[in-house]
């Protein structure tokens, strides 16, 4: 009699886990992908109103890519000390505890992650409008007593999550785009900046910009400004100055924001000591450069003041450009009315690649939170793919939630305030463990310390303590701040519950 044949058992199934698919060329794509959104296209023409002169608005582009920079090149120790999935929610653990981990989490989930989600989303979606004008905030679609809901708002939040369902399939799917999108529009910048700067030299504007570099004015917002005169402002200088150049840099800031996001993938990124460093520095480095060449084009291009009843491109000039569309009446100056057409295609490409990169990030910190004990326990999973899809999906529901509710400028204020606040704390992080953990292993040490990291604290802070005071800015502002402390109870009150 023969024995029954057993069959040989089942090799276990490993675990879904990060892969490391992410190398130099992806980090520095992700980098300069999740920056360049639609703030470079859009913010100087507020910026040209707060403080009325060429210098000052160089200055202010000037002044953001140095407190960029300094601060990636200090940032880099703590990425390469802790090549984690969570990046800054890691650092700021591993320096302060969990509680102020736990605040960065809570506030970057809130609103400093998903405010820019949903911010860049609704520039997208309104620079869809001039190609496809059923796309407007004046097309409501129904309404609930005071709330609107806009076509607008609608395809906001359709971009928000058809591009949370690509990343749910995977890093690799992620990266492609962002590999994509990132390098066309570098090379689409790149060529606005040369043709601007060869076909669109505009002498008169020239000598009118460059007449007077120094003399500051401020100027009222389009709505406010009717039957002013064009060019009138009120002269400002000294404290009024300083502040003005504060609150200018409200956008010039965000802007250059989201350079860290590369840091939340720490474990899907290759050789992730050296990569992390590197990306973040050379990423901030050529999105500066652009920022900054493509603010002098706008200047030698069309003239900074202008009317807002004025009915030509050169009139409105970059104060008052159309719905603050600098880029794109610069276009227009170059290329005729199809300039109009191929800015928007460039700005919705650089739209959709920057929500990719921060929707791609943002998620790996609520999935460290949630490992730690200090979020929703369901968010600590990954799908099959290997990326944390519950922590996607979640980012996605409350980005799109944010859309429906508050203005660019609004999400603006609030975002700013809270993202330069924990950069801070996250750079004096790297005194803090130099003391603590003065063994530890470091990889890179922050290039200039301790003057250049000190130096991103004392400007950084300014900044900060400018948005607190400032009539325009301090009220969503201190509203950031107290969404910062409502943090604290919440800690308390459900930190236990989290980590059952």
Not at 56 to 82: D, H, K, N, Q, R
Not at 104 to 112: K, P
Not at 151 to 162: M, S
Request: hydrophobic share 55%.
């Amino acid at each position: 009699m023969t024995e029954p044949q057993l069959s040989p058992p089942k090799p276990a199934t490993a675990p879904p886990h990060f892969q490391r698919a992410i190398n130099l060329f992806d980090a520095i794509m992700l980098v300069t992908g999740s920056m360049i959104g639609s703030g470079i296209f859009i913010v100087t023409a507020d910026i040209a109103r707060q403080v009325g002169s060429a210098g000052w608005v160089l200055v202010v582009w000037l002044l953001t890519g140095l407190i960029t920079l300094t601060g990636a090149v200090s940032y880099g120790e703590l990425a390469a000390m802790f090549p984690k999935v969570g990046g800054q929610y890691v650092y700021l653990r591993e320096a302060f505890g969990r509680l102020v981990a736990f605040l960065y989490g809570w506030s970057l989930f809130l609103v400093i992650q998903t405010g820019v989600i949903a911010a860049v989303a609704v520039a997208f979606a309104k620079f869809t409008g001039v190609l496809l004008p059923y796309f407007s905030v004046k097309n409501i679609l129904f309404k609930a007593g005071p709330f609107d809901f806009s076509t607008v708002q609608l395809l906001a939040i359709v971009l928000i999550v058809f591009i949370t369902a690509i990343n749910a399939r995977g890093v690799r799917a992620g990266k492609l785009i962002q590999n994509v999108l990132g390098s066309t529009k570098l090379v689409a910048l790149g060529l606005l900046i040369l043709l601007g700067a060869t076909l669109g030299l505009n002498h008169e504007a020239i000598q009118v910009n460059f007449a007077d570099l120094w003399t500051a004015t401020r100027h009222a917002a389009p709505g406010a400004a009717t039957g002013l005169p064009g060019g009138a402002g009120t002269p400002i200088s000294g404290t009024a100055l300083v502040v003005a150049i504060g609150m200018a840099m409200t956008g010039s800031l965000f802007s250059s924001d989201s350079w860290n996001n590369i840091g939340f993938a720490g474990e899907e990124i290759q050789n992730p000591e050296r990569t992390l460093v590197r990306s973040m520095a050379i990423g901030t480095a050529i999105v500066t450069a652009l920022y900054i060449l493509s603010n002098v084009v706008y200047l030698l291009v069309l003239p900074l003041a202008g009317s807002p009843d004025a009915t030509t491109v050169a009139g409105r000039g970059i104060m008052y450009a159309t719905d603050d569309r600098v880029a794109t009446a610069v276009a227009e100056s170059v290329l005729g009315p199809a300039g109009a057409i191929v800015l928007a295609v460039l700005i919705m490409l650089s739209t959709f690649g920057a929500n990719n990169g921060i929707i791609l990030s943002g998620a790996r910190a609520y999935y460290a939170m949630a490992k730690d004990g200090l979020f929703f326990p369901g968010l600590a999973r990954l799908n099959a793919a290997g990326v944390p899809a519950r922590s996607l999906w979640a980012q996605c529901l409350w980005a799109s939630l944010l859309c429906l509710s508050g203005s660019y400028g609004q999400l603006l204020n609030y975002v700013m305030f809270s993202v330069i606040l924990f950069y801070v704390i996250t750079i004096i992080g790297i005194f803090v463990l130099r003391r603590t953990r003065p063994a530890a292993p470091r990889p890179y040490r922050a290039w200039g310390y301790p003057v250049v990291p000190l130096l991103y604290v004392v400007t950084a802070s300014a900044f900060c303590l400018i948005l607190l005071v400032a009539p325009d800015t301090a009220e969503f502002s201190q509203r950031g701040l107290g969404l910062v402390a409502l943090g604290v109870p919440v800690f308390f009150l459900f930190g236990k519950r989290f980590a059952r």
